[in-house]
């Protein structure tokens, strides 16, 4: 059996919040919104969906769809652009900015995460890290995008893909981790 670690230990000593009072209030606001209003919402309703991101700081285009089941935490810090849509049950977990460019779609259960913890540091600091999607990008079913990863434009990247690198323009990408397998070529 292991000796308990020393009183002085920094694993032991209270950890700080990583986000203010501010923040944890519009957070909670959030969450109750999200929950009734925008999750309730009827499916074509995406105008009201729109007009509630952009009431809690999100930069949502007019005529970008995101699906009443999509889960967004942090709105403040999503950028969606012109023609965009979030799939149903997609998570955009936006501790970093998360932006999404015109004509960019997100399909069902992808799940955008801007954000981890440094573990080179005993307390495990929250990173908020950016995502970047460009215009024309289309992130099949299931597809997890990682913190501080770039997706320029027209990539396709396949079902249940991992990305967690930068992916470059104009070309379809695969695996865990997602890398290119041929050129994206449009008729």
Not at 15 to 20: G, H, K
Not at 95 to 108: D, E
Not at 127 to 139: E, K, M, S, T, Y
């Amino acid at each position: 059996m292991s000796a308990p670690p020393p009183a002085d230990d920094p694993l032991r000593a209270r950890r700080t919040s990583a986000w203010t009072t501010r923040e944890k209030f519009a957070r909670t606001l959030w969450y109750l919104v999200e929950a009734t209003l925008f999750r309730w919402s009827p499916r074509p309703c995406y105008r009201w969906r729109n007009w509630l991101l952009r009431r809690f700081g999100a930069t949502v285009h007019p005529t970008a769809r995101v699906r009443p089941s999509a889960t967004i935490e942090v709105p403040w810090n999503l950028r969606v652009g012109e023609h965009a849509q979030i799939g149903d049950s997609a998570i955009v977990y936006c501790l970093g900015t998360i932006t999404i460019g015109a004509r960019t779609m997100i399909s069902q259960y992808s799940h955008l995460c801007a954000g981890t913890h440094d573990h080179t540091q005993r307390s495990y600091p929250l990173l908020r890290q950016p995502i970047a999607i460009g215009d024309d990008v289309w992130l099949a079913a299931d597809v997890f995008v990682g913190p501080n990863v770039t997706i320029g434009d027209g990539v396709v990247v396949g079902a249940r893909s991992t990305v967690v690198t930068d992916l470059p323009p104009w070309k379809i990408c695969v695996g865990a981790p997602a890398r290119p397998v041929r050129d994206r070529e449009l008729n």
